[in-house]
Each structure stands twice: as structure tokens, then as C-alpha cells.
């Protein structure tokens, strides 16, 4: 089963507002969809959001952190074109979670799938839909920062380019800070003031914090 959509595509329909998707679940103009979906309530905090096939048959329906029902978060249930569950289990932050139970279009059970989000968690992207930023600024400015801050703790004018590498962790913490290339020399002082650049704003994918690993060239 494909995940739920992680973009949205709507239209306005009256008072109902529609997401249309592709025949796997993905953002679709609305003449070339296969499904639509949407908002049907709230449960507490949660968006509840149903998925209809284009002549109306409910495909799915589960609850979403966001109102744009991008991440699927909670209990899901999915439908064979017949009208029997096809799958039900839980979200959690967007990806499956738990127990999944299968059924074939007649109702007989199929082989349970288990999924495990942990793995996931610490997943470090090289790009992520928002990419971490610098506190005080643009790229410019965070190699303008180490730079001074590299000149003023040697005294002395520094010359060449240092690569520099890091992880924006999910709360703006650095981590793995490394030069990996540059000359031996000054490594441990630019490493130390990128560390000192911390916290940063943390990337993000689907709306939520991720991990993202940085590689910075700094030129002196």
C-alpha cells in the first residue's frame, strides 16, 4: 500500500474542499485523479480525513496531525473496491507503525506486516523539504561568523578553504562537526566555531523536525 500523499492539490467545491490524488495516492490534477480526499472533523487534536475513489467508493480513512492532511498520524483503515477492509493499523508521524492486519478482497486474513518507525526517527537527510537555517542569517553570514571567529582566536590572517561538515540535529543542535578538508593546522579552530553557531533552526520533511547533514565550504 502506497503512503498517503505528503503535498496537497486542491479544489474548492462549494463549501468541501478536495485533495486530488493519482492512482497511488499522490497529488494529482483534478482531470487526471483516480481519488479524492477529504476533511471530515476533528478527534481532540486530529484531523479526520476520508480518501474516495473519483466515483466515490471510500478507499480510506484515518486521522492527520495537520488540517492540510499531509501526515497521517493514528488508526487507518484501508477498503478493496468491494467495500471490505483491505488493511488497518496505526501512523505515527507519517510512517506506519506497529501491527498492520491484511485482509484479501473476501475477508479471509492475510500475513500481518509489522513496521518499526524507529529506524526512521534518526534518518539523516542531505535534503529535506526545509532546509535547517543559520540564526543570524544566510550561508554568507555563518561563513563571515567563522571566519572572524577562526582569525580572532589565532591572531593571524588565515589563508585557504576549509570544508567544513555537520548535523542539524531535530532541536537545532550541531553534531559531527568536521573539516574534512582544509589544513590541519586550523581544523580544530573551525570546527569549534561552527559548533559555537548553534542552535540553528532545524530542517524539516513533512512538517516535522528531521535531521539534516550540512557541508559548508568556508573560504579565508
Do not use: C
Amino acid at each position: 500500500m502506497a503512503p498517503l500523499a505528503s503535498m496537497s492539490s486542491y479544489a474548492q467545491g462549494g463549501d468541501e474542499q478536495r485533495q486530488y490524488l493519482s492512482d497511488v495516492l499522490a497529488p494529482a490534477a483534478k482531470k487526471k485523479a483516480a481519488y479524492y480526499r477529504e476533511q471530515s472533523g476533528k478527534e481532540g487534536e486530529l484531523f479526520v480525513g476520508k480518501t474516495f475513489t473519483i466515483e466515490g467508493k471510500l478507499k480510506a480513512e484515518g486521522t492527520y496531525l495537520d488540517a492540510s492532511m499531509s501526515l497521517p498520524h493514528g488508526s487507518f483503515t484501508y477498503y478493496h473496491p468491494n467495500g471490505r477492509v483491505e488493511s488497518k493499523g496505526d501512523y505515527i508521524n507519517g510512517n506506519k507503525a506497529g501491527i498492520w492486519l491484511r485482509y484479501d478482497a473476501w475477508g479471509e486474513p492475510l500475513a500481518e506486516k509489522i513496521y518499526n518507525p524507529e529506524p526512521l526517527a534518526n534518518i539523516v537527510y542531505t535534503r529535506a523539504q526545509t532546509m535547517p537555517h543559520y540564526k543570524e542569517g544566510d550561508q554568507r553570514a555563518f561563513v563571515r561568523h567563522i571566519k572572524s571567529k577562526v582569525e580572532a582566536e589565532s591572531n593571524r590572517k588565515v589563508k585557504g578553504t576549509y570544508t567544513t561538515t555537520f548535523i542539524v540535529e531535530k532541536d537545532g543542535s550541531l553534531s559531527e562537526v568536521k573539516v574534512i578538508e582544509g589544513q590541519d593546522e586550523f581544523d580544530e579552530s573551525v570546527a569549534g566555531a561552527v559548533k559555537s553557531t548553534e542552535p540553528w533552526k532545524p530542517g524539516a520533511d513533512k512538517g516535522q523536525p528531521v535531521r539534516v547533514q550540512m557541508r559548508v565550504p568556508v573560504q579565508f
